[in-house]
């Protein structure tokens, strides 16, 4: 069974559009690795400018695997240079009912 996760990157100073851009790749590398269902995902961009990302891993195995793939673990690596990974609860919109957010396009 499928496991849908959220995540919210906050990007480092300056690294606003570098960090979308890696975003906009991270799926697809992701499915190269089998790691991921070809379900599409959302990309979503906070008012504080951190990128919110939901997409779905094939399995916990597939989640537990990524961690010993060297593909993703450089795709990480690409991630920590340019953004934080912070809770979702640090988002002042996921305080609303319904938590909104701009695509990312």
Request: proline share 6%; hydrophobic share 45%; net charge negative.
């Amino acid at each position: 069974m499928g496991r849908i996760v959220i995540v919210a990157y906050k990007p480092k100073p300056g690294k606003a559009q570098a960090l979308k851009e890696l975003t906009k790749t991270h799926v697809p590398r992701l499915l190269k690795q089998g790691l991921v269902t070809h379900r599409e995902p959302v990309i979503m961009d906070a008012a504080d400018g951190t990128i919110v990302e939901v997409f779905e891993w094939i399995s916990d195995e597939a989640i537990a695997n990524a961690h010993k793939n060297p593909e993703v673990l450089q795709l990480w690596k690409e991630y920590f240079e340019v953004c934080d990974i912070v809770p979702l609860t640090s988002l002042t919109e996921t305080g609303d009912m319904f938590a909104t957010f701009n695509s990312v396009d």
